[in-house]
């Protein structure tokens, strides 16, 4: 079936630095991604939808330009966290379509900002 | 690998139980999950049980786990219009670990 790949699993930074997650969809074509954050409780929040070769919708209150999303591939969608802070820390995880039905989700990206 | 699964349809007539299967393979899961899924929107948690249990009941949602068979399922009694969703099993080892999610069962309710 579809995989995605999501890396890195984890990551610490400093505050005011830049952190770039990937995911890549590794034997499926993936048009579209869509980028989740978790919150306390486990609630996944849907942050934006990415669709290749075109600009990202985001949910609202996500700052677009805080969370840069770039889908440039149909193999290839990133989401960058810029000038990250401490309340920036997180666990954030991509998925996409998985054939006509059905979601593949990425492993997922535990961030912390120091 | 840990891997999760699920069937992707259900369909049940409103009123009837519907009951939504999953089967994981990580024999060291210590949490699993059930999350619902409506258009358009992110991934609400409906409930969660520790490996230790086998059963945990939240008003009309049911979850039961046979460990040993790595079999969880997820029942919703008197099933309304507004259950339609999308509805994603998950396991993690910790409340800080990874997340590993089935690919999501598709619940359809019928007149």
């Known amino acids: 079936g579809a995989v995605v790949s999501q890396h890195p699993s984890w990551v610490i930074c400093k505050s005011g630095t830049s952190v770039k997650i990937e995911c890549r969809s590794l034997d499926f074509q993936a048009t579209t991604m869509f980028w989740y954050r978790q919150f306390p409780k486990q609630s996944l929040m849907l942050m934006a939808t990415?669709?290749?070769?075109?600009?990202?919708?985001?949910e609202q209150g996500v700052e677009k330009d805080k969370f840069l999303i770039n889908h440039a591939s149909l193999t290839l969608s990133t989401l960058t966290v810029t000038s990250a802070h401490p309340e920036d820390s997180s666990f954030y995880i991509c998925?996409?379509?998985?054939?006509?039905?059905?979601?593949?989700f990425g492993s997922g990206t535990r961030l912390t900002v120091v | 690998g840990e891997d999760v699964e699920q069937s992707l349809f259900l369909s049940v007539r409103e009123g009837d139980s519907s009951v939504i299967n999953c089967t994981y393979t990580d024999s060291s899961s210590t949490y699993l999950y059930w999350y619902k899924q409506e258009p358009g929107a992110g991934l609400q948690l409906l409930t969660y049980?520790?490996?230790?249990?086998d059963m945990k009941q939240d008003q009309r949602l049911t979850v039961l786990l046979n460990k040993k068979d790595k079999h969880l399922s997820l029942r919703i009694a008197d099933t309304q219009t507004g259950d339609s969703a999308i509805y994603f099993c998950a396991e993690s080892r910790s409340s800080a670990s990874k997340i590993i999610f089935g690919s999501g069962t598709r619940l359809s309710i019928r007149p």
């Open positions: 049980i520790f490996s230790n249990m």
């Open positions: 990415s669709n290749e070769g075109s600009k990202a919708t985001y």
């Open positions: 998925k996409q379509r998985a054939g006509e039905y059905g979601y593949t």
